[in-house]
């Protein structure tokens, strides 16, 4: 239902073989192993994976926003309304972030200025991109505090982000991010560092602005309900790649890679009881500084067999609009 | 001492109000002392050609001279005026003090947030600055003079330069620090220009610490400037300083104490004064720090 509502040709975003590695004294670490995914106007995707299995540099990557120093993005296109970022001067680049393409953060706590008024610093942000005013600027700001349901906007510009509470302070960055705009919004994890109550709050708030901005939001989460409650599609990552892509009602249907089953299965559920320890995915996440052969989900994967350790499978159909990187997709989604 | 005489302040705005010098004086005295014996030390420099006779005027006939209602400090073996020469005295060391401090701070703070942003840049200079770190500062700044030949100007260039080092350090280090926080990511993720940023949200907050290491560097001048003078290689003798007047009355000590007491109690006054302002200013900026020395 969902997709076909945001279905049709107009992709915003199109991300092809999206290759980040970072370079140490010793050696290379592969972030990123050659993901390709796309997100379409107005959509909200999911990403969803334990730490460090790259979501976050994927929205650094997009950006170009990792450190120069130690941070290549060796391969791969990603397409922004056709043009590829990765080919873009600074100054062009610098255009689009924010403007067209914002980032909210985890922290919302050092995410604000100590030092300015949250209105300043939502007036800058506009400021940057346009050339108003300073005073139509702080009006805008005064705007967005309203639009994300600040109380008595026109006194809480004027305060510091240590007077707001940490629900506040991240409607301010979603203010901030929202005020020019952008037809992309990234949100890395935008809700983990916040109560539950405040949670649902801001996840309502975000879906509800969406609604009726038309911005496309990619989230950014380790939260497998927030992804059921907010995301229309959603890409599963596990040690750099996509390992499973699918519409959010078939991807809690019919998981197709064990991974996903097994992040599925460690979600705490009333109807099971109490008593029985929550199940966990044995071992850990491989090493990314060595050349993985074969599945680099292998060693935990209660499916695997003797293909799985020696190549790697790549992301393919297992029906519509839902691809697994598995060899053995469909046994898992029978299982 | 009770909760009633102390109540507690609520400012709406947030804003921070300078709630008048009482407050301040009781919270943080140090810096009302340091900061209020530093501003008399200014006025007096400044106003010396109201109230005190000509510091140059030599009369062979009143040579060593004790106080007197003409002469407050008596007069040196030159026949020339202690007091006026110490008042005037004062703006060389002042001057000399304040600039160098300001010319730290400045090349300091350029050095500094370069090299905390680019790292070739920090590879190379703060190399540099560590082998000037190295070398003794009066020496330093001999072999400056020594370039060029005495004057004042020369002067604060080769006190300023040795003090660069720690200035540029401690920006540096702040620089180090605030970089990583996420409303630097969160500025720069919004299409900030990265000049912008590092004015705007970077440099701010490197501020207090930067003070407080002004106060250092000044006070460190204002004693390598005497030094300097008192040794022949700074002021020009003719010009009256702290340092020449004690190095040209030292071996009248015993006739004639005041011509080198006088200078050298007022250097000793101004650098406590601008020491007590350097510690009241970190006390005041790093509250933790004070509450951990209690």
Known sequence: MLMQKSAGNDVLLDVRDLETHFVGDESTTRALGGISFQVKKGETLGVVGESGCGKSVTALSILRLLPKMNARTVGGEVRFHGRDLLELSDREMRQIRGDQIAMIFQEPMTSLNPVYTVGRQIAEAVQIHTKASRSVAMAKAQEMLRLVRIADPERRVNNYPHEMSGGMRQRAMIAMALACSPELLIADEPTTALDVTIQAQILRLIADLKERTGTAVMFITHDLGVVAETCQRVIVMYAGSIVEQANVIDLFARPAHPYTQGLMRSVPDQRRGRQRRLPEIPGIVPSLREPIVGCSFAPRCPFAIDICREKTPILRDVGSSHAAACWRAEEVMGA | ???????????????????????????????????????????????????????????????????????????????????????????????????????????????????????????????????????????????????????????????????????????????????????????????????????????????????????????????????????????????????????????????????????????????????????????????RAKRRRR
């Not at chain 2, 501003?39 to 001279?65: C, E, H, S, T, W």
């Not at chain 2, 002067?155 to 040795?162: E, R």
Request: aromatic content about 6%; charged content about 15%; some cysteine.
């Open chain 2, 1 to 287: 001492m009770t909760l009633l005489s102390a109540p507690v302040e609520y400012v709406p705005t947030g804003r921070l109000r300078i709630s008048g010098l009482p407050r301040l004086a009781r919270r943080h005295p140090l810096v009302v002392i340091g900061g209020g014996l530093l501003a008399l030390l200014i006025v007096l420099a400044l106003a010396a050609p109201l109230y005190a006779g000509d510091p140059l005027n030599m009369d062979p006939f009143k040579r060593l001279q004790p106080p007197s209602a003409e002469m407050w400090f008596g007069s040196d073996n030159l026949g020339r005026d202690v007091f006026a020469r110490t008042i005037f005295g004062a703006r060389i060391s002042l001057m000399v003090g304040l600039l160098s401090a300001a010319g730290a701070a400045l090349g300091g703070v350029l050095i500094g947030v370069i090299a905390g942003y680019n790292r070739g840049f920090d590879n190379i200079v703060m190399r540099v600055m560590d082998g000037l770190m190295s070398i003794p500062t009066i020496l330093l700044a001999i072999a400056l003079i020594s370039l060029t030949g005495p004057g004042i100007a020369i002067l604060i260039v080769a006190i300023t330069i040795p003090q660069m080092p720690s200035v540029s350090r401690l920006v540096r280090s702040a620089v180090l620090s605030v970089r990583e926080r996420p409303y630097v990511e969160a500025a720069l993720c919004g299409g900030a220009r990265l000049p912008k940023v590092l004015w705007r949200h970077i440099l701010p907050s490197t501020i207090p610490s930067l003070m407080v290491q002004s106060a250092i560097v000044c006070a460190d001048a204002i004693l390598t400037e005497a030094g300097l003078s008192f040794l022949g290689v700074g002021v020009p003798p003719e010009i009256p300083s702290w340092g020449n007047m004690i190095s040209s009355s030292r071996l009248y000590l015993a006739i004639a104490p005041l011509t080198v007491f006088a200078p050298g109690i007022c250097l000793a006054v101004t650098v406590l004064a601008v020491n007590l302002l350097g510690d009241g200013l970190r006390d005041l900026f790093d509250p």
